[in-house]
């Protein structure tokens, strides 16, 4: 008979964690890119928020000075 998915998954796992113990310096760069992954993400995320807040006080800001020249302007009659 065949093995079934769990016995295979059950062989593989077994063997990627004896892998691991044989070097850990490969665990310890795989925990390193994770980190800095997620690291990378928040960064982003958190630079695309004050981007878009930037953005959203530009835009008032040149909305009140058409609001202002406006106002400069001479009447043409």
Known sequence: MNPGAV???G???STLIEGL???PIVLALV???LAFLILVHF???DLRQHQEF???LLVENQA???ELL???TPDPK
């Open 54 to 56: 930037q953005f959203k």
């Open 70 to 72: 406006a106002h400069c």
């Open 11 to 13: 062989k593989v796992a």
């Open 43 to 45: 960064n982003g995320r």
């Open 7 to 9: 016995e295979e998954g």
């Open 64 to 66: 009140k000075l058409q």
């Open 31 to 33: 925990v390193f890119n």
């Open 21 to 23: 113990k044989a070097q």
